[in-house]
């Protein structure tokens, strides 16, 4: 029984105040920009919402990025399976979700 108890308290000894500084640093902020990201099979679909500092009528800005071809490709620029034809283009220096 001690054998179970005494690493189980030095666990809970040490989690704690480990947990509490966690909760501590976390920083929650209103973002300006919300950026929506999905995945499909062959391509990305990126929507910007909430994004009013462009379109006074919140409507949201929404494309798909596909990958480029063999033939798109320029050489010395273009990185094959990594190079698309629209790019996600984020703001600096702004709080984004």
């Not at 973002?31 to 910007?48: F, R």
């Not at 320029?74 to 703001?91: A, E, F, Y």
Request: net charge negative; charged share 20%.
């Amino acid at each position: 029984m001690i054998w179970t108890l005494t690493p189980a308290a030095i666990l809970w000894a040490i989690g704690l105040p480990s947990l509490r500084l966690l909760y501590m640093m976390d920083e929650i902020l209103d973002a300006e920009v919300t950026v929506k990201c999905i995945g499909n099979q062959w391509y990305w679909s990126y929507e910007y919402c909430d994004y009013a500092g462009v379109n006074d009528d919140n409507t949201t800005i929404a494309f798909d990025s596909f990958m480029l071809g063999e033939s798109s490709l320029q050489p010395g620029k273009d990185q094959r399976s990594l190079s698309v034809d629209n790019n996600l283009v984020l703001p600096i220096h702004t709080s984004l979700r």
